[in-house]
């Protein structure tokens, strides 16, 4: 399964708004969650909902609307969900604090070329990997669906670097084992 | 950084799809998705605005649990 035709659509968009921000930052912002699965299982697991991690809020809606992001309009709460009007489907939402609460190791980040120099970025496949294992440590449930997107990342991951997928999925409290 | 173009990307995923026999589908799809027995209201809520958006704009809601 490729990606579906309007997610592809909607991540040219995304890009466009994320080289701005990289510009002005010296950063790119961070696809993580639902999303960076979708796009590292190439659509096996799909999310209607992008959760991104950009630390700086005013930027990141500034190149969001600038590339044609709409700001939800939601009244009575603090406003970081976004839409783009030609994908209805999806929407992006900022998170707050700090990427895998800084124990992830940036350098390690996917950067994800498309159009050209225009690209998106995903944590690493042994982040998302880690985080998975993380969630299901705590929901515990046989057949969680984090237990079978870590399974399914594993198998499909790009270069593994297994000392490091260790470490992180022991940081985030999972364990290792169950990925066999 | 790794870099990766979104094409190199897709034939290594789909390759890697092969070799391990996975075949997307609906079912496999949604064994994948978060049930929504942890999403917090404030994540509920988002993806309720996401699939009215969707519907109202005449589009097939990507499907998911809140």
Same mark, same amino acid.
């Given at each position: 399964m490729a990606l579906p035709e309007d997610f592809s659509g909607l991540l040219k968009q995304a890009a466009a708004a994320f080289a701005a921000y990289e510009a002005a930052a010296g950063y790119s912002p961070v696809i993580v969650g639902g999303g960076a699965i979708a796009i590292q299982t190439l659509g096996a697991f799909m999310s209607g909902d992008l959760d991104l991690y950009a630390p700086n809020d005013d930027l990141l809606e500034k190149c969001l609307v600038d590339a044609g992001f709409k700001r939800e309009d939601r009244q009575g709460r603090l406003l970081r969900g976004y839409y783009h009007p030609d994908y209805p489907a999806y929407g992006i939402e900022a998170i707050s604090g700090q990427l895998f609460d800084g124990r %992830?190791?940036? %350098? +390690?980040l996917l950067r994800i070329t498309i159009d050209g120099d225009r690209a998106i970025t995903t944590p690493s496949f042994e982040d998302m990997i880690a985080d998975r294992l993380g969630q299901h440590a705590v929901d +515990? %449930?046989?057949?969680s669906p984090l237990l079978q997107q870590a399974r399914l990342l594993f198998r499909v991951a790009v270069a593994l670097d297994l000392g490091y997928l260790k470490r992180r999925v022991a940081e985030e409290g999972g364990s290792f084992e169950l990925l066999n | 950084m790794t870099t990766i173009s979104m094409a190199k990307l897709r034939d290594h995923v789909e390759a890697r799809k092969r070799e391990i026999g996975w075949v997307d589908d609906d079912a496999s799809t949604d064994a994948l998705r978060n049930k929504g027995d942890n999403r917090t209201p404030e994540k509920r809520d988002s993806l309720a605005r996401i699939d009215a958006r969707a519907i109202a704009a005449g589009k097939k809601p990507t499907r998911s649990y809140y």
């Open positions: %992830s190791d940036h %350098s +390690r +515990r %449930s046989p057949a | -």
